[in-house]
């Protein structure tokens, strides 16, 4: 077993600097994000790992809570660089001085609920140049009821548009105050787990839990821990007004790979995914016939 030490940091000590798919690195925080932001310099052996043109790819077996129930499917979490337009907020189809790098991580779940199927799917945008929150963040959930998606783009505010097929959710737009923000913790994890948030702090949870629970979008009370051990190391949320919880596993040394996550939902049952398989790979290029083995590497079909 591995034995763990507490660490709390300063909440606002974040990240980073550099790159994308094309790798072309670049130092420049723009006039656009944070003016108090602080430029970050990665060490090479994160450059080495990231900046290499591939993504990683990890699989996960998936046991989902929904309607009270666990359901069975997989997960999938995609972590790549790439650079970004940062007034635009989209991936950069050119080289230019004006593009920032980001880490990008596309999360896909899929399941079942009896007769009909689930896909759910996460995105963050997380800058390497400087300490600021994601600069974008968007979601996406199908099912045969209808389709919904939500968008954050961190302008001076957090901006944030909302479609669903829900009476009295349809369209919705607001601005909230800068906090930390769930889903930025799994990028924040694989730049540097040491400038993860830790105390008491305010943080935006996932649109995923806002969609499925039907809640108002806003920024909730938590309890952030970081517990890292030889080998392994823990992250926890804690959001004790809606009796939910969420803990990260990764490893303690560099990539820090996430080996599985646990969410512990307000009627006591627990979402688990467990890793299958990780590959690196180029995989916007692999989409012909001949690449579907690949999908076998990952124990995804």
């Known amino acids: 077993m591995p034995v763990f030490k507490a660490i709390i940091i300063a909440p606002f000590l974040s990240l980073f600097v550099f790159v994308g798919c094309k790798n072309s690195e670049n130092n420049l925080i723009p006039a656009s994000q944070n003016e108090n932001a602080i430029k970050r310099n990665l060490p090479e052996e994160f450059k080495t790992y990231w900046y290499d043109g591939n993504a990683e790819i990890t699989s996960y077996n998936l046991l989902q809570e929904r309607y009270g129930e666990l359901r069975k499917g997989k997960a999938v979490n995609i972590f790549v660089t790439e650079d970004f337009l940062p007034e635009a907020q989209v991936k950069a189809n050119n080289i230019s001085e004006e593009n920032i790098p980001v880490l990008k991580l596309n999360q896909v779940k899929k399941y079942v609920t009896g007769i009909y199927p689930y896909s759910v799917m996460t995105s963050a945008f997380s800058p390497l140049n400087s300490t600021q929150h994601a600069v974008k963040l968007s979601f996406s959930m199908q099912e045969w009821c209808g389709q919904a998606y939500v968008q954050l783009n961190n302008r001076k505010e957090f901006e944030i548009i909302s479609h669903s097929y829900f009476e009295g ?19 924040l994890i694989r730049i ?46 804690e959001y004790p007004e809606i009796k939910r919880s969420l803990a990260f596993y990764f490893n303690s040394q560099s990539p820090y790979e996430i080996e599985r996550w646990e969410e512990t939902h307000p009627n006591g049952l627990k979402t688990t995914a467990e890793k299958l398989r990780r590959i690196k790979s180029k995989y916007w290029s692999q989409n012909g016939t001949q690449f579907e083995f690949l999908r076998d590497s990952l124990l995804l079909n």
């Open 169 to 187: 959710e349809a369209d919705q737009s607001l601005s909230l105050t800068k906090t930390w923000l769930e889903s930025e913790i799994w990028n």
């Open 192 to 237: 540097n787990p040491n400038q993860l948030p830790t105390g008491d702090l305010s943080v935006l949870p996932s649109f995923e839990y806002f969609r499925m629970s039907h809640q108002k979008i806003e920024s909730k009370n938590a309890y952030g821990k970081l517990m890292q051990g030889d080998s392994l190391s823990t992250y926890t949320l």
